[in-house]
């Protein structure tokens, strides 16, 4: 899996996700904290839950990802809704892969540490318009190494 977040314009994102079979194009806008939500989200299933979403408001369309979890293993979708306020059943699943929980939360790791290092973290507050998400970007990396530890030990 491979993710990027691509700032375009004063509080709006263009998220792409992609594998070697199918691609997706999301748009994020700052109006709901859309990375510090996903990042959260792959967190939660780094310690265990099962389910956990995220949610990028695209005003008025909205892109809905929903991570499953079972084991090692992850189930990712993402639903494009009319709505932010819609059910799952009335959104358009645009992608979804099932990928070992560790090559998810790398990619997304990967992403978010490129983003740093191509607008620097004074630069991403002042396109996106909200301070670039340190702290969740620096627990799921915890989360993630501790866990990387655990199984190697």
Same mark, same amino acid.
């Given at each position: 899996?491979?993710?990027?977040?691509?700032?375009?314009?004063?509080?709006?994102?263009?998220?792409?996700?992609?594998?070697? @079979?199918?691609? /997706? =194009?999301? &748009? *994020?806008?700052?109006? +709901?904290?859309?990375? %510090?939500?996903?990042?959260?989200?792959?967190?939660?299933?780094?310690?265990?839950?099962?389910?956990?979403?995220? @949610?990028?408001? /695209? =005003?008025? &369309? *909205?892109?809905?990802? +929903?991570?499953?979890? %079972?084991?090692?293993?992850?189930?990712?979708?993402?639903?494009?809704?009319?709505?932010?306020?819609?059910?799952?059943?009335?959104?358009? =699943?645009?992608?979804?892969?099932?990928?070992?929980?560790?090559?998810?939360?790398?990619?997304?790791?990967?992403?978010?540490?490129?983003?740093?290092?191509?607008?620097?973290?004074?630069?991403?507050?002042?396109?996106?318009?909200?301070?670039?998400?340190?702290?969740?970007?620096?627990?799921?990396?915890?989360?993630?190494?501790?866990?990387?530890?655990?199984?190697?030990?």
């Amino acid at each position: 899996m491979r993710m990027t977040w691509t700032l375009d314009g004063h509080g709006w994102a263009d998220c792409t996700v992609e594998n070697h @079979q199918t691609k /997706a =194009e999301l &748009t *994020a806008s700052y109006i +709901t904290s859309a990375p %510090e939500d996903l990042l959260t989200a792959l967190a939660r299933l780094i310690t265990g839950e099962r389910e956990a979403s995220a @949610q990028f408001e /695209a =005003e008025p &369309t *909205a892109y809905r990802w +929903t991570f499953y979890r %079972e084991g090692d293993d992850s189930w990712v979708r993402v639903l494009e809704l009319r709505q932010g306020s819609d059910h799952d059943n009335k959104g358009t =699943e645009i992608w979804s892969a099932q990928l070992p929980i560790d090559a998810l939360v790398r990619s997304v790791i990967r992403c978010f540490d490129e983003v740093a290092r191509s607008y620097g973290e004074s630069s991403y507050r002042s396109k996106w318009g909200e301070h670039f998400p340190r702290t969740e970007l620096e627990a799921l990396r915890r989360l993630w190494h501790a866990r990387r530890r655990r199984d190697d030990a």
